[in-house]
């Protein structure tokens, strides 16, 4: 039991939540006293467990279905979303997947859905979380801020990953992204900031840790010497989301073990 919640009484939304990080986020934002939606697009039953887990901890929690990277299904979920919190104070733009080939097979259409789902669907959830921000503005009794935007990027907003290059280009996207809304809402008290997730050990990279050799050779990029894991990522989005960090906006934080330290130089390159 959580005696001095830091979201009590907010209203979060966390995409891509019945798996992996976004589980771990929504999770964790419940644990703070957050109520929570928790977005879907497949496996309906795996975002009602999330849901379950969160109000045993005697929060609201709710799931709902929308591609992110559809305008119309983004709407109807936020309107959903206010007709059941009433508002929204948080967003975790979490959603994103993974198409990988070589640059020179890469399909249009394997570029175009990463680009769709990591950069487009962040910028609908954003814009309309943001109108509503606007709408409400500051709620002193729940919060510094008018609204907190947190945009789950990744290292690669910073490594260039061949064999990536939809992937990586969605992640460089999303930190102009960020840091774009930051510069224009800061002076309408809502803050926008990112994660760097590292290797964390979740479904969509899953080839990188299943085996005892690939763990290996995962570990000779990370100084800190472990896999991460969700819940280290979401601890780093409940800080971001409260009001701890109100003096933090247009940063992106990397929770990386030190990936982005360039180990590789380690000992003289
Ligand atoms: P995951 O595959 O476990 O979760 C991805 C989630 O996004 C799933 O719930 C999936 O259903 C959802 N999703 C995919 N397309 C969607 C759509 N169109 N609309 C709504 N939801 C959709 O992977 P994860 O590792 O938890 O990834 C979460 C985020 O973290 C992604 O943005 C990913 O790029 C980022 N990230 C992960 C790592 C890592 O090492 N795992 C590292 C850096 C960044």
């Not at 703070?32 to 009602?48: I, K, L, R």
């Not at 989301?241 to 940063?251: C, P």
Request: with cysteine.
């Amino acid at each position: 039991m959580n005696t001095n919640p830091r979201l009590k009484g907010q209203s979060a939304l966390v995409t891509g939540a019945n798996s992996g990080i976004g589980k771990a986020v929504a999770i964790a934002m419940g644990n703070e006293g957050a109520n929570v939606v928790v977005n879907y697009v497949t496996h309906p039953e795996t975002a009602q467990a999330v849901v379950d887990e969160i109000k045993s901890n005697g929060v609201n929690a709710i799931a709902l279905a929308a591609d992110v990277s559809k305008e119309d299904q983004v709407v109807a979920m936020f309107q959903a979303m206010y007709k059941e919190f009433g508002t929204i104070d948080i967003l975790v733009n979490n959603a994103g997947l993974q198409k990988d080939s070589a640059f020179e097979n890469m399909s249009l259409a394997d570029w175009q859905l990463v680009i769709d789902v990591n950069l487009t669907g962040q910028f609908l959830c954003a814009r309309e979380a943001t109108r509503e921000f606007l709408r409400r503005g500051v709620v002193p009794e729940r919060s510094i801020a008018a609204g907190k935007i947190i945009c789950m990027s990744s290292v690669h907003e910073v490594i260039p990953w061949g064999g990536h290059v939809n992937y990586a280009t969605s992640k460089g996207g999303i930190m102009l992204l960020m840091k774009s809304m930051a510069q224009e809402l800061a002076p309408k008290k809502i803050r926008v900031n990112s994660i760097g997730p590292g290797a964390i050990q979740t479904p969509i990279n899953h080839t990188a840790w299943e085996t005892p050799e690939a763990l290996k050779s995962l570990l000779t990029l990370i100084p800190y010497n472990r896999i991460g894991q969700p819940e280290d990522i979401g601890k780093v989005a409940v800080w971001l989301a409260s009001d701890e960090s109100d003096y933090i906006t247009g940063t992106t934080i990397f929770a990386d073990g030190g990936m982005t330290l360039y180990p590789g130089f380690s000992t003289n390159g």
